[in-house]
């Protein structure tokens, strides 16, 4: 979330499904292995995993002004329909707009260039587990269940337009992009 986006007060928090901060922890970097000891992750803070630096600039928010009801359902929807249909790993980002519109601004495979994330959850015993995310991938992409560790799941079927992508100049990405168009639509239920 980035709350007051182009004012002074602009901030950032991570949040999950059901509207839980995420971002209470820190932000972590990984820093070779994190390992159990028993009972926790072990997150080598001494190392700079907890990062305390803003992300993007931004500093995370105090507290976060809840969306409607309505619109986090569409938001949650709406990303669930894409990441569907793109079929690999992908952070969706939206804003809403004046009168609850919803839009959908960008999607990043890469998300903080691999180097650092700022989801933590703790566990039952009030242990920071800041590999949640990472356990999520691995189970979706266990071969028992004929994943892929590299896509975080089922292998999709590589869309037509992205067939020999890198074989394309830059010119004809950014061309294809702007014309390419999902087949689906999606209708607000507020």
């Not at 182009?6 to 390992?35: I, Y």
């Not at 997150?43 to 803003?54: C, I, K, R, T």
């Not at 609850?100 to 998300?111: D, G, R």
């Amino acid at each position: 979330v980035i709350q007051d986006r182009g004012t002074e007060c602009e901030c950032f928090a991570e949040m999950d499904e059901n509207w839980n901060r995420l971002d209470q922890n820190g932000c972590f970097v990984p820093s070779g292995k994190e390992e159990m000891d028993g009972m926790c992750f072990a997150v080598d803070f001494d190392a700079g995993a907890l990062d305390p630096y803003p992300w993007k600039d931004l500093h995370n928010c105090e507290k976060v002004a809840r969306v409607d009801d309505c619109v986090w359902e569409d938001l949650k929807e709406i990303a669930s329909l894409l990441s569907r249909t793109i079929g690999v790993y992908v952070r969706i980002d939206m804003f809403v707009g004046a009168n609850n519109q919803v839009y959908v601004q960008e999607y990043t495979m890469n998300h903080g260039n691999g180097r650092r994330h700022c989801a933590a959850k703790e566990d039952a015993s009030g242990c920071v587990d800041s590999c949640f995310l990472g356990r999520l991938w691995k189970e979706q992409g266990d071969a028992m269940f004929m994943g892929s560790l590299e896509y975080g799941g089922l292998p999709m079927p590589v869309p037509n337009v992205l067939m020999n992508w890198t074989s394309h100049s830059a010119v004809d990405q950014c061309e294809t992009t702007l014309e390419t168009r999902l087949n689906t639509t999606y209708v607000s239920k507020c």
